[in-house]
């Protein structure tokens, strides 16, 4: 396969599709070294001209993200806030208007796995995923929309799982990312007069840390994820940082309440081969 003159993404020509916009992008560390979603996102939107508001639970992943934009010469601020917390995400919107005075966008990154059955899932496990993947979603969304209404919309990103529509044992998770599907939809038709965009991007298997666990995934489920692509090729947070950029942008101004996967056509074909 031929290297993309594409990627992964020079920041000498980053093409400043986000000039002027605040973006909010929760999640915005990675749980170990490498590139995530929402630290791809993060740094995605900071080169397109976004000044960045980095939310994360661990402080020091977020740290690290905004290392990497100073790098570059972008603008970003990070804040400590736990999503599943009405108080922390009022916090963290009130951050960003204190530094910046409005909100364009927000990137709804959050999200950790649970796996097992019905069966064999512990109450309290299916809680603490539903809790995180969804209602965090919702408390950063209830949190962020009044000012992004207040400086005339802006475009909400959710990050849902192709997991949503290919169930392989991992329930808790599943339910959670198809209800984050189902919510976009709801929150697009009801914001959308207020000029807010909510669209749902699913990754496939991209290999992120969250899913190498530091790099030790075996080179043999590595390949298997790879070969489920019909492409052939493996993904990265870059993928759905590239994703992300784009439904932020003004160039999405028509697209709201879709679910775009970002899997490299996984969901085309069965899973065996
Ligand atoms: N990697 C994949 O293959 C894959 C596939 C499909 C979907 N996704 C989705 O991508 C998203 C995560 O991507 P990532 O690569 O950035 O993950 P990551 O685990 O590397 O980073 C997520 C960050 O979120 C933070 N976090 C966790 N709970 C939090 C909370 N309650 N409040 C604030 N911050 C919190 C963590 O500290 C971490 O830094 C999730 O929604 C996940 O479900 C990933």
Not at 81 to 103: I, K, N, P, S
Not at 174 to 186: E, F, M, P, Q, R
Request: contains cysteine; glycine residues 12%.
């Amino acid at each position: 396969m031929p290297a993309s003159k594409h990627f992964p993404p020079d920041p000498a020509s980053p093409g400043r599709r986000l000039e002027g916009k605040v973006a909010i992008v929760t999640g915005a560390g990675s749980r170990g070294p490498g590139i995530g979603n929402g630290r791809a996102a993060a740094i995605c939107f900071a080169r397109a001209g976004a000044r960045v508001l980095l939310v994360d639970r661990d402080i020091d992943a977020a740290q690290e993200t905004l290392a990497m934009i100073d790098a570059e010469g972008g603008e970003a601020l990070t804040h400590q806030a736990d999503v599943t917390t009405l108080e922390d995400c009022q916090a963290m919107v009130q951050a960003a208007l204190d530094r910046w005075q409005h909100v364009d966008v927000l990137h709804n990154n959050v999200g950790i796995s649970g796996r097992g059955t019905v069966v064999e899932t512990d109450l309290d496990d299916w809680n603490r995923v539903l809790n995180i993947n969804v209602t965090g979603m919702m408390l950063a969304s209830k949190a962020t929309i009044p000012a992004m209404t207040a400086s005339g919309g802006g475009s909400i990103i959710n990050i849902s799982s192709i997991a949503a529509m290919r169930a392989r044992g991992l329930t808790p998770y599943t339910t959670s990312k198809g209800a984050v599907i189902a919510l976009t939809k709801a929150m697009a038709v009801d914001h959308g007069r207020d000029g807010i965009r909510v669209n749902c991007i699913a990754p496939g298997p991209v290999y992120t840390p969250m899913v190498g666990a530091g790099g030790e995934m075996p080179a043999d489920l590595r390949e298997r994820r790879r070969l489920a692509s019909v492409l052939e090729i493996e993904g990265s947070g870059w993928d759905i940082g590239y994703a992300a950029l784009f439904l932020a942008s003004d160039e999405a101004r028509y697209i709201t309440g879709v679910v775009l996967p970002v899997d490299g056509g996984v969901l085309l074909r069965g899973p065996a081969r």
